[in-house]
């Protein structure tokens, strides 16, 4: 299988953990991907608000790039990018007349049939439940870990089709194959707040906090995601929040491709969780005593 990667801004920036920590356990599942060349921003998350065209324009171009060169299918590790080229592919293939406006926009083909994965469904239906399981070398048992969704990965269901929209179970099973203990919470597919971050960071701050204590209070060690977004709100404004809120929180936020990483027997400095705000160092001692 052609395998191809759509990073996003975030991966090349922010969240460059994510890209390192993914690109670190491919080589260890043995499998190989290559980034789509000339990529442009998927437009997430403000085009859609402002041109609707637009909107699709954008990952649409992508998409068409991605044809083009022959892959089979593509992975958007970003929650929000995976969202927004889901999103184009189900309008251009629903609408004909669409899809002819942006294929003329963009002065090249696109069938709207290659299939669009984010991070999870990447995991579990490309790399595979037994393939992860075969290469886990230190079982995470003594770690306990809230799996936090989001919004974007399992919303509008009738695009993303991914999990069930209210209790979603894909990356509490991921988790399970390290070793480590999936939290039960309230709050796995609640909004962080998302792009308000700098524009409503109060706001922020309230939605991210009810997640983070209600996590804290389930007894959970740290807390795992798969968006760029959520993991900036989650880990950045833990702090603040803390000040805010004048209680402790303290939880560690991992990418899914850092916590199977380590389940790997990769280096915390490889899949270069020294990049966090939040320090992971209660978390990796705890899974160094377990071994």
Same mark, same amino acid.
């Not at 649409?60 to 927004?84: F, H, Q, T, W």
């Not at 290659?114 to 595979?128: D, P, Q, R, W």
């Not at 707040?193 to 991210?208: Q, R």
């Given at each position: 299988? #052609? ?15 994510? $890209? ?8 260890? +599942?043995?499998?190989?991907?290559? $980034?789509?060349?000339?990529? /442009?921003? &998927?437009?997430?998350? *403000? ?21 083009? $060169? ?10 929000? &990018?995976?969202?927004?080229?889901? *999103? ?11 899809? =002819?406006?942006? %294929? ?17 469904? @990447? ?9 992860? =399981?075969? #290469?886990?070398? #230190?079982?995470? =048992? /003594?770690?306990? %870990? ?30 399970? +194959? *390290? ?8 709050? !796995? ?20 906090? !009810? ?24 880990? %950045?404004r833990q702090r603040e929040i803390e000040r805010k809120y004048a209680?402790?929180?303290? +939880?560690?936020?991992? @990418? ?7 389940? @790997? ?5 490889? +899949? ?9 160092? !209660?978390v990796l001692k705890k899974i160094n005593e377990g071994q």
């Open positions: 299988m #052609k395998l191809g990667y759509y990073p996003g801004c975030s991966l090349k920036g922010s969240s460059f953990e994510y $890209e390192v920590s993914l690109l670190e356990m491919l080589k260890v +599942l043995g499998m190989g991907i290559k $980034e789509i060349p000339d990529w /442009n921003c &998927c437009g997430a998350s *403000t085009a859609h608000s402002i041109n609707h065209n637009l909107a699709i324009a954008l990952p649409a171009r992508n998409l068409a790039i991605a044809e083009k $060169e022959g892959y089979d299918s593509i992975v958007a590790p970003c929650a929000a &990018c995976s969202n927004r080229l889901k *999103t184009a592919r189900h309008e251009l293939k629903t609408d004909e007349a669409l899809r =002819k406006k942006i %294929v003329n926009s963009l002065e090249m083909p696109y069938g709207a049939g290659m299939e669009v994965n984010n991070m999870l469904e @990447f995991l579990i239906n490309v790399a595979g439940k037994d393939r992860i =399981k075969s #290469k886990v070398k #230190k079982q995470l =048992k /003594n770690l306990k %870990v809230a799996s936090y969704y989001g919004c974007l990965l399992v919303r509008p269901p009738k695009i993303m089709r991914f999990d069930d929209s209210e209790e979603p179970v894909t990356m509490d099973e991921l988790v399970a +194959l *390290t070793g480590a203990q999936p939290v039960d919470y309230s709050y !796995k597919t609640e909004c962080c707040g998302a792009i308000n971050s700098l524009s409503k960071p109060d706001v922020v701050m309230a939605l991210t906090g !009810k997640v983070l204590y209600d996590i804290k209070n389930h007894g959970a060690d740290a807390v795992v995601v798969a968006c760029p977004l959520c993991h900036s709100n989650l880990d %950045v209680e402790k929180i303290g +939880l560690p936020v991992l @990418f899914i491709t850092e916590l199977i990483g380590l389940s @790997f027997g990769i280096s915390p400095k490889a +899949l270069a969780i020294d990049g966090h705000m939040v320090a992971a160092d !209660k």
